[in-house]
């Protein structure tokens, strides 16, 4: 019985996995196929998981800590509903704070561009729920990397890498979302400044959206005035809509060539690179020798 | 015959070689006289290992935290492309807004080898020096070599700046802090030989790619912080005299392998560790090995060289060791001993130190009268 209810679970797996390419890819009518399959699926395991109700409780599934395990579990626990709580084992008491990736995954929507460990977690400190360690995030990279290379695309979004533009090689110290187009993940030389503009603007934005920006906000929000010309129009003062309007001035200035050699970049990572040196970037290697010595 | 490399190899001993950096050149051309530090820089010894097996440890060097705290600024510095760097840049250098284009030169695709990072570097340079529309303008890491005594050495400044139809800009960032406008002199002073020396290397990778010297600055920007917080602020220093004492010793600094002809074939100072990394030989032993290196010991010494101590304790008796004003007030006499024996009258000394025996009388007379005791 066991059997069954892991084979159909790693069936709804792929299946979900397939339906999210499929829709990225823009073929709706392959989606809606696997959506039927996929439902079919779920139900399957649904009355399998009934019919296991009535047998005595099973041992607990061996958390072996693997991350494909862990949210193949966790996906069936927010599916199913309390009939589950018996098989596996004790419920998780409720979580007060989000795992660390969904941290970093929200402080980064919030930046729309790659960031460095300390900026993410000064973002999410300043307009999130606390700071994020950032010896915890030095991992995270490569943490993601294998998660994803034990399940391509299982999960909707991995945190990656961000590349250069020259060598398509990973840039060291940024962290930036999958989902996110090639073209904001290449960063040329012009590239840090026009990301650190844009993050100014989207902080800006956001200290003038929350009701209550705490003192770390404002903070955050002064560094960025002061290194920007006419970020601060009177000094001691920091004024969100005077920042988000210096650094659209500056922004200007950059876009073009920067937006062209992203541009370029993004077609050769694309053309060139799989899908896991896309994500996280490609790294020199030496050349096969070509030919017999002499 | 053996070559140079080889020989050095044999002189270090089965560890892997340390490198030279600006502050090491620096201490090496204010003291070219002293084979055995050129010798154990070359090789790439540790010299505070030696020290300290031998018997003399310097307590020496930076403190973990003071390193900790320098890494800490520099990145936050250079943190987001540069930002903070950046402000102070367009306001020391009038730099140009457009220009922000940022090149790391830490790793090239992954790969950190020098040799790679060295040849990236003086891609990317020359390609900014003909101005043209890639222009970069700040080069973070940079790798560059210089050639000391003979032999190529990599040397990495912190950043390099440039200004299109400008010239570069050697920037060093340090972490001692600038307070109402002071700093404390010798951290300064010592900041300024070590840029000297990265401006010398700029300069001469240049000159390899056939770009004239004027197209590095005379000025070094120096990065500090202000006041009491973590605010970065920048001067602009003039390394003109340092380039010119630097280059002046450098050109003397004997080449490594004329000196290492001097030295018995089978030196080495190697401290022979057993597999837990503890050594073995014998210290006085490793004493001897050290002491077939002549060494020139001054007072300025204690400063700079992790073997000063040992080195002190073998110039003790000789008036080198006082530093070279004492040694010109003693009328240039090599030794203490001798210097006493004739203030004292007792010996008359050999002809040509007459005269020096005559001035030290009358000093040694003079003490006396003033405080009433004799040498």
């Known amino acids: 019985m066991a059997e069954s209810i892991g084979a159909l679970e790693e069936r709804i797996e792929l299946l979900r996995a397939q339906v999210r390419q499929a829709l990225v890819g823009g073929n709706r009518e392959r989606a809606s196929e696997l959506r039927r399959g996929l439902r079919e699926a779920e139900r399957a395991w649904h009355d399998a998981l009934a019919a296991l109700e009535q047998e005595p409780p099973e041992q607990q ?156 906000a404002w903070r955050l929000l002064w560094r960025f005035a002061v290194n920007i010309p006419g970020g601060s129009a009177q000094a001691g003062e920091v004024d969100p809509a005077t920042v988000a309007r210096a650094a659209r001035a500056e922004m200007e200035i950059h876009a073009d060539a920067d937006t062209a050699t992203r541009g370029a970049a993004a077609a050769r990572a694309r053309r060139q690179l799989g899908d896991p040196e896309q994500l996280f970037g490609s790294r020199l290697r030496a050349a096969p020798q070509a030919g017999v010595g002499a | 015959m053996d070559s140079t490399e080889a020989r050095l190899d044999r002189i270090r001993g089965k560890v892997p070689p340390r490198n030279h950096n600006a502050r090491t050149i620096a201490a090496l051309s204010s003291n070219p006289g002293c084979a055995r530090r050129a010798i154990m820089d070359a090789a790439g010894a540790d010299k505070q290992r030696l020290a300290a097996h031998a018997g003399f440890p310097a307590g020496f060097g930076q403190s973990q935290f003071a390193i900790t705290r320098g890494n800490a600024f520099e990145a936050q510095v250079k943190a987001n492309g540069c930002a903070e760097l950046l402000r102070l840049l367009r306001d020391q250098l009038r730099l140009p807004i457009p220009e922000v284009s940022y090149d790391n030169l830490e790793e090239v695709g992954g790969d950190a080898s020098r040799e790679l990072r060295h040849a990236r570097t003086r891609h990317l340079l020359m390609r900014t020096a003909a101005s043209g529309r890639d222009a970069g303008t700040l080069f973070d890491h940079p790798l560059l070599r210089l050639e000391v005594g003979g032999r190529a050495v990599y040397l990495e400044p912190d950043l390099i700046a440039f200004r299109l139809n400008g010239r570069f800009h050697v920037v060093e960032i340090k972490s001692f802090a600038v307070i109402d406008g002071q700093a404390d002199g010798g951290k300064v002073a010592a900041a300024v030989i070590q840029s000297a020396v990265y401006v010398l290397a700029l300069r001469q990778l240049l000159a390899e790619l056939g770009i004239g010297p004027d197209a590095v600055a005379d000025e070094v920007i120096l990065v500090c912080p202000e006041n009491f917080a973590n605010q970065p602020t920048a001067a602009a220093l003039d390394v003109r005299k340092q380039l010119t004492v630097l280059r002046r010793q450098l050109a003397r600094l004997q080449r490594v392998d004329t000196l290492l002809d001097l030295l018995p074939a089978a030196l080495t100072f190697d401290l022979d560790p057993d597999p837990a990394g503890t050594p073995r030989r014998p210290a006085a032993d490793l004493a001897d090995a050290v002491r077939a290196v002549p060494a020139r010991y001054a007072p300025e010494c204690l400063a700079s060289c992790e073997m000063c101590f040992f080195c002190r304790d073998e110039a003790r008796g000789a008036t080198a060791a006082l530093g070279r004003a004492v040694r010109d007030e003693l009328c240039g006499v090599e030794h203490v001993a001798s210097v006493l024996s004739l203030a004292r009258g007792a010996d008359p000394g050999p002809g040509e130190l007459a005269e020096a025996a005559q001035v030290l009388r009358s000093a040694a007379r003079l003490r006396q009268e003033g405080l009433g005791e004799a040498v």
Do not use: K
């Open chain 1, 61 to 216: 599934r061996p958390r072996d800590g693997r991350l494909l395990a862990g949210a193949a579990e966790g996906n069936a626990r927010a599916q199913a509903g309390s009939a589950e709580r018996g098989l596996a084992g004790p419920a998780a008491p409720p979580r007060l704070q989000l795992p660390l990736r969904e941290q970093v995954h929200q402080a980064l929507t919030l930046l729309t561009v790659p960031a460095s460990p300390r900026l993410i977690s000064a973002v999410h400190e300043a307009l999130f729920a606390g700071a994020i360690s950032t010896a915890r995030l030095t991992s995270l990279r490569r943490d993601e990397e294998r998660s994803f290379l034990v399940a391509p695309f299982a999960r909707p979004y991995y945190l990656c890498a961000a590349l250069t533009a020259d060598l398509l090689a990973p840039v060291r110290g940024l962290l930036s979302v999958s989902t996110w187009p090639m073209e904001r993940r290449v960063i040329g030389p012009l590239s840090p400044r026009v990301d650190y503009l844009t993050a100014a603007i989207q902080i800006a934005e956001s200290v003038q959206r929350i009701p209550g920006p705490g003192p770390a």
